[in-house]
């Protein structure tokens, strides 16, 4: 079977690289999830607080972990715009045109590749009144750890943050991957769970910048772990640090 899968390798390379292929696999992905949420019964706990910025005017920054993206988009208000950042990796370029099918603007970019292009598009963004949405352990991790973007674009704006969690009865947890990603099975029962809104002060210090991305790490992780209790699942824990691997191409791998 790894014969078969490292000859058959390149020619899926090849396919990752034509558009026309993504697309199809976008529209795969779009539909199952669909198909997920509509077979499903779903508790979903706070999202007034979610639909009261927005009919009051107010943008936000929306944050969730990366191995539960996959449920996030079926659970937004279509009345309202948002706009998500993406990866400009192959990877990403599939996830952005499942966005755009449930009618989500994309933004292009990470931390490593047109990061300040893709500042300005999400600045540009929330001061347009449109609100953004950010998975601040991707695109490589670690899983379950966050980064400082979402707390810089608050401090800047004086937006809120609000994180998001999703947890099912029935799924199948991908181990190799990076993040863990959780894949729900049809005919399920699922939990959904916005926070509170968090807001940044303007003043806020180096020291205090870190203590507010801490406690939203610590929120989301908790909201993790309680909504897979719930679901009867055993909690998917935080990775450890990225370690490189020793190979040609030096690699990258989140444990």
């Given at each position: 079977?790894?014969?078969?899968?490292?000859?058959?390798?390149?020619?899926?390379?090849?396919l990752?690289?034509?558009?026309?292929?993504?697309?199809?696999i976008?529209?795969?992905?779009?539909?199952?999830?669909?198909?997920?949420?509509?077979t499903?019964k779903?508790?979903?706990?706070n999202?007034?607080?979610?639909?009261?910025?927005w009919?009051?005017?107010?943008t936000?920054i929306?944050?969730g972990w990366?191995?539960?993206?996959?449920?996030y988009?079926?659970f937004?208000?279509?009345r309202?715009?948002?706009?998500?950042?993406?990866?400009?990796?192959?990877d990403?370029?599939i996830?952005?045109?499942?966005?755009?099918?449930?009618?989500?603007?994309?933004?292009g970019?990470?931390?490593?590749?047109n990061?300040?292009?893709?500042?300005?598009?999400?600045?540009?963004?929330?001061?347009?009144?449109?609100?953004i949405?950010?998975i601040?352990?991707?695109?490589?991790?670690?899983r379950?750890?966050?980064?400082?973007?979402?707390?810089y674009?608050?401090h800047?704006?004086?937006v809120?943050i609000?994180?998001?969690t999703?947890?099912?009865?029935?799924?199948?947890?991908?181990?190799k991957s990076?993040?863990k990603?959780?894949?729900?099975?049809?005919?399920?029962?699922?939990?959904c769970?916005?926070?509170?809104?968090?807001?940044i002060?303007?003043d806020?210090?180096e020291?205090?910048?870190?203590?507010y991305?801490?406690?939203?790490?610590?929120?989301?992780?908790?909201?993790?772990?309680e909504?897979?209790?719930?679901?009867g699942?055993?909690?998917?824990?935080?990775g450890?640090?990225?370690?490189?691997?020793?190979?040609?191409k030096?690699?990258?791998?989140?444990?």
């Open positions: 079977m790894k014969i078969i899968i490292s000859k058959i390798k390149p020619y899926i390379k090849k990752y690289q034509n558009s026309f292929f993504r697309n199809i976008s529209w795969l992905v779009y539909l199952y999830a669909q198909f997920v949420y509509k499903s779903w508790e979903v706990i999202r007034e607080k979610l639909i009261d910025l009919e009051s005017g107010q936000f929306l944050v990366h191995g539960r993206a996959i449920m988009s079926s937004r208000d279509y309202f715009p948002l706009n998500a950042l993406v990866s400009l990796h192959k990403g370029r996830i952005a045109g499942v966005l755009q099918k449930y009618g989500l603007g994309t933004i970019g990470s931390s490593n590749k990061a300040k292009a893709a500042a300005i598009n999400l600045m540009n963004s929330l001061k347009d009144n449109t609100s949405c950010i601040p352990d991707g695109p490589r991790g670690p379950m750890h966050m980064t400082e973007s979402p707390i674009y608050a800047k704006t004086g809120p609000i994180g998001i999703c947890s099912v009865k029935k799924c199948k947890i991908i181990e990076w993040d990603m959780m894949v729900p099975y049809p005919f399920n029962k699922g939990i769970r916005f926070s509170e809104p968090i807001y002060p303007q806020a210090s020291a205090d910048l870190e203590k991305r801490q406690q939203i790490e610590t929120m989301l992780n908790r909201h993790s772990f909504a897979d209790q719930a679901m699942l055993t909690p998917v824990l935080p450890t640090e990225c370690k490189k691997k020793n190979d040609i030096g690699k990258i791998t989140c444990l």
